[in-house]
């Protein structure tokens, strides 16, 4: 029995905190809604002649998606007991399953999007990924933390698909291609294997990936582990800047 206990009459206990839940119109609607039209706009590729293609998730991409997810789980950033529970009727464990299946699809079509098709920088962008994603769930940053770095990640690969490389393969570049092969002087380009998409697939991306960081923010999230997390931190920060009584006595006598 807790000291809160004492006391009270047998049988009364304090409960803990309900869970407020997801609210209805963001699971049922808006977040399904935001990443089904990830999932869509991320598999669109616009060539430079105007030829429209649907690429759908390659397995790599599934499997990079899958450990991102369990990165979201671990860092709080996603709370599957919010979506799915033995507590929720069967119709609200469907809805909080078509979200995770969304999520997984959507976040499958943003690693496909930002990742050259083919060629030696497909391998590369792979790779990078792959050991991102492995340090991200042995580091086990909060949910700020990740969100972040995401963003960074994915906004860094996007800048180097659909600027830097597109502007060097453009055969009509102007300044910064001129630059940029200065910088690679000595290196095939075919040998690279970049097949450049469209200016259209550009901004298709650039709209696909706000929408997907929308996505992530409005995911429902363990607060709990975040001010957990935060207040270990804290009381770590408190006691190291605590000093030892003979350690204050010296203080004194040097200051003397």
Known sequence: MSQLDVGRPEGLRYLPAADPGVPVSREAFTLPLLLLTVAALGGVRIAHGGALALMPPTLMSLILSTVL??????????????????????????????????LLVGSAQVFGLVTPA?????????????????????????????LRSLVVVFGGAFVLKFVVLAAIYE???????????????????GTLGFVPDG????????VTLGLYFVALVMLPADYSQSRRRYGAMAQSQNESLEIAPGESAQFRIRSS
């Open 69 to 102: 997810m369990a990165a979201l789980v671990r860092s709080g950033a996603l709370e599957p007991g919010r979506l799915i529970h033995d507590r929720r009727t069967p119709l609200e464990n469907a809805s909080g399953v078509a979200v995770l299946l969304a």
């Open 118 to 146: 083919t060629g030696l920088l497909s391998f590369v962008f792979t790779t990078f990924f792959v050991l991102l994603l492995w340090n991200t769930l042995a580091a086990e940053p909060g949910r700020r933390q990740l």
């Open 171 to 189: 055969p009509e570049g102007g300044l910064l291609r001129r630059v940029l092969l200065t910088m690679l002087d000595g290196v095939a380009l």
């Open 199 to 206: 200016a259209a697939t550009g901004y298709l991306a650039f």
